[in-house]
């Protein structure tokens, strides 16, 4: 061990200020890429990979072309000149064989070890011209710059680089640097010189140069993901997101490189597991950022060979995405999202395994807890209403979901009592019973879907609602609440995390309040089971594009449509419009279009439908057809696909009830549909042929709810056609398995042959917890 890793690598000037969070990389505005040998090379070690180098080129160009400094420095220079070497030797002993024999004897010839350093002189200027010839597709220039070590320790050089780089990037120019391999000395391990830095190969020089041109983003790619908890190709190994310099003393390293001079040691950082030992040769690149990152640059270690990221690996680290280790100064203040949902889990599968009154009771617990607390509650909130209010960022609708108050807490406590009761028939019920032969029965039975990750804006009162559901059906979850509602948020998941203690599974709800990104999060897919957002329609459509292998329950947009018939009641009809649109214009259930039958214009019902909705202030656009039956008509609408939520809606006139399905079918988000009308035939026939989640006859749309709906709350409104549809309650968050019981029974015993017979005889299932 050594004694003190700061004084074995001192900073050369007064460090800078690097990043505390990933997401403050947007920021960087000077950058310096390091690509590995193995990024930049073929597997076979002879030759560029001219795929994997053109994508970098062109992220390098992009990030340029928007204004940043970027700076390149690069190996190859060994591999490319080892190609070219090798070929030309080739076909000098292919020329002089033909002359002395007549015949071409290339099977029998043998290649010459290679020296590196001739390789590198060769190598260089064609891995120059390559880079030229691939900027120059983006209208980008470039330099070439070679060093050694001595360039650094000669004060007169080392300036001399410093105004080049800097005169360079003034006009906008990348530069391109290597060590000079062709000249450079073989390094001694571990050694420096004057109390600096050792610039021994590529990563040493990236950092070096990182600090001395004060950069703010230093990316070190190579052809591992980062830094593991324990060795990479172990089952439990786990890419660490952010290493804090505090944890080195637990570092061990892998093997160096194949490729280039220096060695790159470390290169392949085969991991980082707790150890009370250090392997040599293991620490240039690891110790380079953490050299870097004491000087002020921020640092990323990362994978650029994965063909599945290469495209946009440098773009996504710069865009601030979770991608290889992130080195901060700033020690995490908890446990990561990553420990967040894997302590989830853990305590989920407890929580499933309880009996359900005693479910039930930490439920009964929270809602108590409601009540109880509501004044440290309403504190909260009246922190982040505050908040809200003078920043102006938030619209009128969004405050009022924002805001909570004594009765919405009660009425949450309320909810949260229906969900305890119906939490007795949820995990563990007997669906379905089969004896498939004598002594052998088959059940299917009732589960958790495991982790749920819920995603909300605005509303905290959904927390305790999802919360509910989430211990009613044994499921862990994973909570991510907008930030304007952290005060809230926090003092809720405190009481829930309370209320869970009772029975110790305090861990299995868990609240992401580090700066997560929606997108981060949805790339947990061998953790989380089911998303769920709750918000704005934006929203639900970023998750969904987001989401990569993991099923998204949500709603598409909420254009509810309120038709009203030619033989729709008066009184009926102004009361449902007026609730279906004014009563909390942004829920995803409001009505958006209100479908006239054409026998209503211009009777009385019109001229009143038209009256309410100027006096509730709401804002109208005609339909097409609508506006052709006017002569001062509103403003034509653009799309009758528009979810407005806010005082707006369309009218648009049709000629039927069958008119009206069409409509909705064709402009609709099945959602929630509405028909008002005295014929009960015409209703039927509606209701039959509306493909949407909800359907209602002559009752407002604002019904749409779970609450309404008797399951106690709703962890959202799926338009989707599989699992679950609709308002989503307990039911919705559990799936099934098959239990087989048998006595030692084989398929072999149910062949043709066999004395056996399938029976499939259904069995009553008889109450699991009777009441």
Not at 11 to 32: D, F, M
Not at 43 to 71: H, K, P, T, Y
Not at 687 to 707: H, I
């Amino acid at each position: 061990m050594y004694p003190n890793e700061h004084d074995w690598f001192p900073v050369t000037h007064s460090p800078g200020k690097s990043a505390a969070h990933r997401s403050e990389l947007r920021q960087a505005k000077r950058i310096v890429v390091k690509l590995g040998s193995a990024v930049v090379t073929r597997g076979d070690e002879c030759g560029l990979a001219l795929g994997r180098l053109a994508s970098i080129v062109e992220q390098v160009a992009v990030l340029q072309n928007q204004g940043r400094e970027m700076m390149i420095v690069t190996s190859g220079a060994v591999a490319f000149g080892r190609q070219r070497l090798r070929h030309e030797i080739l076909l000098s002993q292919s020329v002089r064989q033909a002359l002395h024999s007549g015949q071409n004897q290339l099977k029998e010839m043998s290649l010459p070890v290679l020296e590196a350093r001739a390789c590198a002189a060769a190598g260089q200027s064609g891995l120059m011209a390559l880079y030229e010839a691939m900027f120059t597709q983006y209208s980008t220039c470039t330099a070439q710059i070679l060093v050694t070590n001595l360039d650094f320790h000669d004060e007169q050089k080392r300036r001399n680089l410093n105004s080049t780089l800097h005169e360079l990037l003034r006009m906008n120019i990348v530069p391109i640097i290597n060590t000079n391999d062709a000249v450079v000395p073989p390094p001694v391990p571990n050694s420096d010189l004057q109390g600096v830095i050792h610039i021994k190969d590529n990563d040493s020089l990236a950092a070096r140069l990182a600090v001395e041109m004060k950069a703010d983003l230093l990316i070190a790619l190579s052809d591992v993901e980062g830094l593991y908890d324990s060795p990479p190709g172990t089952d439990d190994a786990k890419l660490i997101d952010i290493f804090y310099p505090g944890d080195q003393q637990s570092i061990r390293y892998g093997s160096k490189s194949k490729v280039g001079i220096g060695g790159m040691e470390a290169k392949a950082v085969r991991g980082m597991f707790h150890c009370k030992c250090l392997l040599e040769p293991c620490l240039t690149q690891v110790k380079s950022a953490l050299w870097a990152l004491q000087g002020g640059t921020s640092v990323v270690i990362a994978n650029g060979t994965d063909p599945k990221v290469t495209g946009h690996v440098i773009t996504d680290i710069v865009e601030g995405k979770k991608v290889g280790t992130f080195f901060s100064e700033v020690k995490p203040a908890g446990p990561t999202v990553e420990q967040q949902t894997e302590m989830a889990r853990q305590a989920g599968r407890t929580l499933a395994t309880l009996h359900p009154d005693e479910r039930g009771e930490i439920i009964c617990r929270l809602a108590d807890l409601l009540t109880e607390k509501k004044d440290e509650i309403l504190s909260a909130n009246k922190r982040d209403m505050e908040t809200a209010a003078s920043s102006g960022r938030l619209s009128q609708p969004l405050l009022a979901r924002l805001s909570l108050s004594t009765s919405k807490l009660n009425s949450l406590a309320i909810g949260l009592r229906q969900i305890a009761v119906s939490s007795r028939d949820s995990v563990g019920q007997v669906l379905r019973r089969t004896r498939v032969a004598n002594n052998l029965e088959l059940e299917q039975i009732t589960v958790p879907i495991g982790v749920l990750l819920v995603i909300f804006e605005s509303r905290p009162d959904c927390l305790p609602q999802v919360s509910a559901l989430a211990i009613a059906s044994g499921n862990a979850l994973l909570l991510k609440g907008g930030k304007e509602a952290a005060n809230t948020n926090r003092i809720l998941h405190q009481l829930t995390q309370e209320a869970l203690s009772i029975h110790g599974v305090k861990d299995a709800i868990q609240l992401v309040s580090t700066r997560e990104e929606v997108e981060d999060l949805c790339r947990l897919d061998k953790m989380i089971d089911l998303i769920i957002p709750r918000g704005s329609s934006q929203l639900v459509r970023d998750i969904q594009r987001a989401a990569k292998g993991i099923p998204v329950l949500g709603h598409s947009e909420g254009i509810c449509h309120v038709y009203i018939d030619s033989e729709a009641c008066i009184e009926k009809a102004i009361d449902i419009i007026k609730d279906s649109k004014c009563d909390y214009p942004a829920a995803c259930n409001a009505m958006e279009t209100l479908l006239l039958h054409r026998d209503l214009l211009r009777t009385p019902l019109f001229d009143q439908i038209i009256d309410m909705l100027r006096v509730e202030q709401v804002k109208i656009h005609a339909g097409p057809r609508f506006a052709s039956y006017l002569t001062f008509s509103p403003s034509e609408v653009k799309s009758l696909r528009t979810e407005y939520g806010d005082l707006e809606c369309c009218i648009e006139v049709v000629d039927s009830m069958q008119d009206a399905v069409d409509h909705i079918h064709k402009y609709g988000s099945s959602h929630t549909d509405v028909i008002v009308t005295d014929n009960e035939n015409t209703a039927e026939q509606f209701m039959q042929q509306v493909d949407s989640a909800c359907v209602f006859w002559n009752a407002s749309s604002r019904f749409a709810d779970g609450y309404r709906f008797g399951l106690g709350a709703e962890v959202g409104i799926s338009t989707a056609r599989i699992h679950a549809r609709g308002p989503v309650g307990l039911e919705g968050l559990l799936t099934t398995k098959w239990v087989l019981r048998g006595e030692g029974h084989t398929v072999a015993e149910f062949s043709e042959a066999g004395s056996m017979k399938y029976l499939h005889e259904n069995i009553p299932v008889p109450q699991r917890f009777p009441s």
